[in-house]
């Protein structure tokens, strides 16, 4: 959780921990039992991947 990535009242986790969450919208996100996560929605495009696999963010650009 990195401050000011989003407001509390806007994210729910339950039983997660060590996520990293980003959006550019007001969007209410909720985890459940999930932990080193990276979700990032940017409007347009989604993505959600482990924190250790962030070296293949790479192949998806690429695709795009």
């Not at 990535?5 to 969007?27: A, G, T, V, W």
Request: net charge neutral; glycine share 8%.
């Amino acid at each position: 959780k990195e401050k000011g990535m989003y407001l509390p009242k806007d994210l729910l986790e339950i039983d997660s921990q060590d996520n990293f969450i980003y959006r550019k919208n007001n969007k209410y996100v909720a985890l459940i039992g999930v932990e080193n996560l990276v979700v990032v929605d940017t409007g347009d495009a989604l993505l959600v991947m482990k924190k250790e696999a962030s070296g293949k963010v790479g192949q998806v650009v690429d695709k795009n």
